[in-house]
């Protein structure tokens, strides 16, 4: 039997080793060994060798015969947001940037919050049914073949005010790319497979959601709909099980031809040059019919205008008793999900600046963090619960803006059997908001905000969803510095007043699980202004 060890190789090489790690300390005494110098002490370290190993000069010389290096400076790149409207409404915003790849998409003035006089799941739908079959394409893999040419991707989401088309690829592929996205959103052929094929995705997404210990997606949809009531932003972002088999083609066509129509639309892109984005807009968006367009069926029930409806903030609360599961192997408990919400403010609203940096403030996560030690560890919701109450699992602060209004909430989670004192304890965080934050406070929250702002935005996707969603909102694109500057004017003045404006409404209030004994909303608007206590309870002890 052959052993998998060439013993006589191996005998060489440790004698050889013993060799050099002798060598190596006759070195280290003294003397000069192998052209190495030594210092007085008798050591090599750092100290230069004389020895010549390549006959090219150093790299503190420059090269004869070569024109002169010329380095590169922050103040070289001037990268300007150029916007351009075009003739049918639509929208051209671009930003070249230097690179060999480039980012270019359609963000869409649509989303849940329209879906008013429309079955609730419309946008749900539309993400599965992103980037199919088209009008020039017979097939989705005739159109990831053609990404595929030039190294793209592409990507459809939907939030509640907007929708994204995008795709990353090659910047000679530009071409391509934007013939591409207008054809998935202006011409989607919509067939009668494609739809049935999106619903059973529909229902596989509620049926996973339901079967996973993460309630985040669900939660949130809860508290929207507690603190906008039956109005614009509190309609579900998830497809409800009851209108999954009710969207059919009609319904869709008729969506699409009101809410997805270019006065509604910009189309934005990263590290390519304007005018040509603006030429190829000019060719593939101008040109042609969109399938609502050339379809002259659609259902009388449906509106024939867009839903201008202003959010309605009416506070409430959702709940829903049911058994989240668990993963055995991980080993925690069974968790109630609570989330406590304020009325906001818009992103275009004075205060909107001071609302983040107050929500970096709360900060927050899990017990556990996987990010380093020390991840979040000064924010508040670290310090004053995580760290104070071990039965709670985690604490989140939340800022969600939208064009309108806007909702701050903190969402925790801890066993069923606390969920009375997990409630008092988020209401109590929420009271002590108003309170007057300390300088290394506020200084820290400026700081990371700022760090964040300009570390998000030196990745291309993300600089082309801003660029898309402030062209769509105010037609412009504010700089990064713009909101350096606005984030490093605030003092703790504004954000006491911002907070004390929140404490003022109503609260919403979102709960899922064993959530037996939880308060009322009304208890918990009481205890807003009873410095977070809620009626007929004891003080809070951090041993129980």
Known sequence: MSLPYNFRALTKRLLFNRCTSTRWQRSFTGGEVG???????????????????????????SMKDLPPVQYARPGDQKNVTQVTRLS????????????????????????????????????????????QSTGDYSERDVIFRELER??????????????????SADSRGLESVTRILSEVVLRPRLSVEEIELARQAVQFDLETLGMRPEQ?????????????????????????????????????????????TPDRMVLAGVGVPHDEL????ERFFLEGSATWEVESKRASAHPKTVDKSVAQYTGGSKLEECAIPVYAAVGLPELAHVVIGLRGCSHQDKDFIAICVLNMMMGGGGSFSAGGPGKGMYTRL?????????????????????????????????????????????????YTMQSRPGDQELRRAKTQLQSMLLMNLEARPVVFEDIGRQVLATGERRR?????????????????NVARKMLSTAPALAARGEIKGIPDVK???????????????????LFR
């Open 480 to 496: 990064p510095e713009h909101f350096i500057q606005a984030i490093e004017q605030i003092t703790a003045e504004d954000v006491q």
């Open 523 to 541: 208890d918990i608007h009481a205890a807003l202004t009873n410095e977070g206590r809620l009626p007929g309870n004891r003080r809070l002890t």
């Open 88 to 131: 049918n409404g639509l929208r051209v915003a671009s930003e070249n940037r230097f690179g060999q790849f480039c980012t270019v998409g359609v963000v869409i003035d649509s989303g849940p919050r329209y879906e008013l006089a429309y079955p609730s799941g419309i946008s749900h739908f539309l993400e599965k049914l992103a980037f």
């Open 278 to 281: 603006v030429r190829l807009a």
């Open 150 to 167: 030039h190294g793209g991707i592409c990507d459809c989401q939907s939030s509640r005010d907007t929708f994204v088309y995008a795709a």
């Open 216 to 260: 985040e997606p669900i939660v949130m949809d809860m508290v929207h709909a507690a603190a906008y009531r039956d109005n614009t932003l509190g309609f579900p972002k998830l497809c409800p099980v009851d209108n999954v088999p009710k969207i059919d083609r009609n319904t869709l066509l008729s969506y699409l031809g009101h809410h997805h």
């Open 382 to 430: 670290y310090t004053n619960v995580l760290n104070r109450y071990h039965w709670m699992y985690s604490a989140t602060a939340y800022n969600h803006a939208y064009a309108d209004t806007g909702l701050f909430c903190i969402h925790a989670t801890a066993p069923p059997t606390h969920v009375r004192n997990l409630v008092e304890v988020i209401t109590r965080e929420l």
């Open 35 to 61: 052209g190495r110098a030594s210092n007085l002490n008798g050591s090599t370290v750092n100290v230069p060798s004389k020895e010549i190993v390549t006959p090219l000069p150093p790299l503190s010389q």
